[in-house]
């Protein structure tokens, strides 16, 4: 008995979880991501919705019917006519084919030429077709100007029929201001449904752009990530390889570092995937001497001035990992220097050696026990420049003045850190 009753309050609650659901559906009670998602499966008109409208002949239709007009024939004639000219109208305003030329144009005026006839004519009920002129206006109108133009004509021809038939101010009024009112509030329909095809098609490129960026930025870290840390593990493992047969410990102990630098890499490597990756220049100093002393490159690291903000580190970080890794891979040079300056809010950092420098003709001189593949002016420096150009820094690289390869990043800091 419980069993049942438990089961059917599971019932009574997973009935009235649907129906919360059901009335969120209402429009009412929509939200945005609902406004949304009908907005991205909103249509551009066809002229369909504009159609229906033609009902409207129905009125001078009756008047034809109980033989109250003139020549009925001749104004059948003339009805038949305007409604085959109001369809063609408004289809051309919207087909690929005619919309763009001067065909929409002149069904519009010759149809408006047909309703002066009419109602000038036949005057009543006749009248109305004006109100389906200004529909067609607002389709075929592709200027605030010639909009605005037209359906002033068309308000005001309106308006001189009806006094011409003595049909009262009030209905002279009402037949102006609805003729004139209906071509704009089409007019603007469509002008909102173009707004929006625009915003969409934005929003798309935007996207685009947003994944063509994370692409980009994701290559270029896990380059330079992987490119700095595969450097260190080849020269560690190459010093361990060497100190192995003379002194286990020492070797061991490179082999040690291989293992950190791995762990440290796989770390790095999710933060970048994740997009938080943040590097830190003290520890990219610290690597870079200890990469530098397992290649037999003596190193002098000089720093100056306050304290720089995170973002700066963060970028001269990349810098100092790059510029070591190419100083490892391809400068066969036996010393390096690491400067950095922050003064007047501005951040400068150099890595110079004393390596065999560019050399477009002859590929690089490898380093003692290594084998150089890249050319020192690669993808990672090319990176870089990317980088520190979209922080407003810039980045140079050349031949030293005493021989040799040098780097030179310069960023602005934005305000000093005072310590």
Known sequence: MARTRTKQA??????????????????????????????????????????????????????????????PWLAGTGLVLFCVLYVATVRSA???????????????????ALTLALSIGYGGNFMLLFVLVALGAGCVSRSRRFMGVT???????????????????WSTTSLAYG????????????????????LKATRQELARNAVAEERLRFSRDLHDLLGHTLSVVVVKAEAARRLAPRDMEAALTQVGDI???????LTEIREAVTGYRE????????????????????????????????????????????????????????????????AEGQARLTIT???CGPAPADP??????????????????????????????????GPAPSGGFRVTAVLPTGEDAAG
């Open 364 to 397: 690089p001189r490898p380093a003692a026990g290594t084998t150089a593949t890249l050319p020192r002016t690669g993808t990672g420096l090319r990176g870089l420049t990317e980088r520190l150009a979209a922080a407003g820094g810039s980045l140079t690289t």
């Open 151 to 169: 359906l002033a004509v068309l308000s005001a021809s309106a308006g001189t029929v009806s006094s011409l038939h003595h049909e009262g101010f």
């Open 259 to 265: 293992e950190a630098v791995g762990r440290q890499a």
């Open 353 to 355: 050696d004393d390596g």
């Open 10 to 71: 599971g019932t009574a609650k997973t009935d009235t979880e649907d129906a919360d659901k059901a009335c969120r559906r209402m429009w009412w009670r929509r939200g945005p991501e609902d406004f949304e998602q009908e907005i991205e499966h909103l249509k551009a008109p066809d002229g369909g919705a504009l159609i229906p409208w033609l009902l409207m002949v129905l009125g001078p239709g009756t008047d034809i019917l109980k033989g109250e007009v003139a020549l």
């Open 179 to 198: 003729t004139f009112l209906s071509g704009f509030v089409v007019s603007l329909i469509i002008t909102l449904f173009q707004a929006v095809a625009q």
């Open 94 to 112: 919207f087909g690929e084919r005619w919309r763009r030329g001067p065909v929409p144009y002149q069904l519009l005026w010759a149809l408006a």
């Open 279 to 342: 590097g830190s220049l003290a520890t990219e100093l610290d690597r870079a001497r200890s990469a530098l002393a397992a290649s037999d490159i003596e190193v002098v690291v000089q720093e100056s001035g306050p304290p720089l903000p995170p973002q700066t580190e963060a970028l001269l970080g990349w810098v100092v990992r790059e510029g070591v890794t190419n100083v490892v891979r391809h400068s066969g040079a036996a010393r390096a220097r690491i400067e950095l300056h922050a």
